[in-house]
C-alpha cells in the first residue's frame, strides 16, 4: 500500500456543526502532516506530528484540533468555523529514510 | 530554509522538453532542492531531489549549478498530463524537517 486515503473528499458544513476529518496511511511512515490549501494559492502548513506527537503547530487557530491516535492514522477535528475555513485540506506523511512525502488528494471543505 | 524565486507561468509544447527553472541565492551547503508538481484537484506529487550532483529518475532531471545558487528541472517529452503547478522547495536534510511550499510555476502543455 503506498497511498495516503482521506475521507471524506468532501465535505460541506455549517459554522456550528462538529465535524472530523480523517486520514490514514499503511506504509510504515512515521512523521505526518495537514495542510490547508486556499484557490490558487500552495499548500500552507497547519500541524506536523512526529512518532504520534505534534511537533509543529504553525500558530493554527484552535478551531482546528489535530489527534494522531496510532502511527497509521491522523484526524483533524473542525469546530466552530468560519467561511474563511473553507479549503482544501491536505494530508501527507513521510519517513526518514526517503526523501518525499506522499500526499493524499484532500478533503474539500465549505463552510456555510 | 532558503528562499526560492520561479517564474509565475510557462508554456510547453506537447513532446518538448520543458525546462523549469528556480533561483535559490540563498541556498545552505546542507539543504537539498525538492521539485514536486500539484495536477489540479489532487495532491502535491513528490518529483525529484538533489544536493549538488544532477540527478535522474524516471519522471525528470533535475541539474543544479555548480554554485548551487539556482537548478532547472528538466520534463524531456512533455505531455498534456504534465500540465500542473510545479513547486521548487528548498530545504535542511531528506526528512524530518516539514514542507514549505512557495508559489509555484503554472505549466500549461498544449497539443
Known amino acids: 500500500d503506498t497511498e495516503v486515503t482521506q475521507t471524506p473528499k468532501h465535505l460541506v458544513m455549517g459554522m456550528t456543526n462538529k465535524k472530523s476529518l480523517k486520514c490514514e496511511q499503511h506504509?510504515?511512515?512515521?512523521?505526518m502532516y495537514w495542510y490547508k490549501q486556499k484557490a490558487k494559492k500552495p499548500p500552507e502548513l497547519m500541524f506536523v506530528?512526529?512518532?504520534?506527537?505534534?511537533?509543529i503547530n504553525e500558530s493554527v487557530p484552535s478551531r482546528f484540533s489535530p489527534e494522531c491516535p496510532n502511527s497509521s492514522l491522523l484526524n483533524l477535528h473542525l469546530h466552530a468555523l468560519q467561511p474563511e475555513d473553507s479549503a482544501l485540506y491536505l494530508c501527507?506523511?513521510?519517513?526518514?529514510?526517503?526523501?518525499?512525502?506522499?500526499f493524499g488528494s484532500g478533503t474539500r471543505l465549505t463552510v456555510v | 530554509d532558503a528562499k526560492t524565486t520561479q517564474p509565475t507561468s510557462m508554456d510547453c509544447a506537447e513532446g518538448r522538453a520543458a525546462n523549469l527553472p528556480c533561483n535559490h541565492s540563498?541556498?545552505?551547503?546542507?539543504?537539498?532542492v525538492y521539485w514536486y508538481r500539484q495536477i489540479h484537484s489532487q495532491g502535491p506529487q513528490y518529483i525529484i531531489h538533489?544536493?549538488?550532483n544532477n540527478e535522474t529518475n524516471e519522471m525528470a532531471s533535475l541539474i543544479i549549478t555548480e554554485d548551487r545558487k539556482s537548478s532547472t528541472l528538466i520534463l524531456p517529452h512533455a505531455t498534456l498530463r504534465d500540465t500542473a503547478v510545479y513547486y521548487c522547495?528548498?530545504?535542511?536534510?531528506?526528512?524530518?524537517?516539514?514542507?514549505?511550499f512557495g508559489k509555484g510555476t503554472t505549466l500549461s502543455v498544449s497539443s
Open positions: 501527507a506523511s513521510s519517513r526518514d529514510s526517503t526523501p518525499g512525502y506522499t
Open positions: 506504509m510504515g511512515h512515521r512523521a
Open positions: 506530528y512526529s512518532y504520534e506527537k505534534l511537533s
Open positions: 540563498t541556498i545552505s551547503g546542507n539543504e537539498y
Open positions: 538533489g544536493l549538488k
Open positions: 522547495i528548498v530545504r535542511v536534510g531528506q526528512a524530518g524537517t516539514a514542507l514549505i
